[in-house]
């Protein structure tokens, strides 16, 4: 099954919510393997601005970057 989550909390690191996205995320990439994981955001900035997407990309997770103009 294709899971898609929306990680756009993880832009605001110093709030709880971020801090649960982070950890859900990441331990699920990690327990999960029989799902696939689809990971997006909306931002301005593009993804190398943003570390832990490479961090869930090694994890086996896709990201996709959103514009903010829809």
Known sequence: ??????????LFPATGVAKYTYNLVKNLLLIDKKNQYKLFFVSKNSKNHYPFLQE??????????LSNSF
């Not at 099954?1 to 993880?10: A, E, R, S």
């Not at 869930?56 to 996709?64: H, M, Q, R, T």
């Open 56 to 65: 869930f990309e090694n994890l086996g997770a896709k990201n996709l970057s």
């Open 1 to 10: 099954m294709t899971i898609g989550v929306d990680i756009t909390p993880l």
